[in-house]
């Protein structure tokens, strides 16, 4: 409203991308760019530089919600990126500690990024399992009925295409951690947040 009064014209936001998931669009974006390395420079990661150096190279942590969801979404679109990028290098370790790169020295497992990275797991556990939850079955209609409000769609188009999402996401969170193998650190805090 505040916009349209301002400039005396009707603003309208357009969401092409609402309804698929950061893997689905990175595969959008690969397909038509295939050669195409700079998104290898982006950075998803919250973590500062004093949390996630290693031997004075800034990385991403790799284990909050936001790495996850990039590793995710890169192993949805079929690409893969250099382990060095992360501190935590392997998510397919058995133990969360041998995960770290060797020379990265706050790897305690009981520490602040411990804490950050169970939290990162479970996060993106708990939205996968979003469409099954008896708990939760509420949730996406009340966020479907919202976001019809919010952007004008119709709730019914609304209320598919975040069941639509939430599968996807779904879909891709088994298809990761199936790859990181059933004795991964974050495929056993998966299985103990359960």
């Not at 133990?95 to 770290?100: T, V």
């Not at 509420?138 to 919202?146: G, N, S, V």
């Not at 999402?165 to 990761?176: A, C, D, I, S, T």
Request: glycine fraction near 8%.
């Amino acid at each position: 409203m505040f916009l349209s009064a301002l400039f005396n014209h009707k603003v309208q936001y357009e969401y092409p991308q609402l309804w698929r998931t950061k893997g689905q669009t990175l595969a959008e974006f690969f397909e038509s760019h295939p050669d195409d390395t700079d998104w290898m420079g982006t950075r998803s990661c919250r973590q500062g530089a004093r949390q996630v150096s290693v031997s004075g190279s800034l990385r991403r942590c790799g284990i909050g919600a936001a790495c996850l969801l990039r590793r995710m979404s890169v192993h949805a679109a079929g690409r893969c990126e250099d382990p060095e990028s992360y501190v935590w290098e392997d998510v397919s370790a058995t133990r969360f500690e041998d995960g770290a790169a060797h020379a990265f020295a706050n790897r305690r497992p009981k520490g602040a990024l411990h804490e950050y990275a169970i939290a990162g797991v479970l996060h993106l556990d708990h939205l996968a399992r979003l469409r099954r939850s008896p708990a939760q079955a509420a949730a996406p209609e009340r966020h479907a009925f919202l976001l019809s409000r919010s952007l004008d769609l119709g709730e019914e188009e609304t209320h598919a295409g975040l069941k639509d999402m939430l599968q996807r996401h779904e879909e891709e969170w088994r298809r990761f951690l199936d790859s990181r193998g059933p004795r991964s650190f974050v495929a056993q805090w998966v299985a103990q947040g359960h």
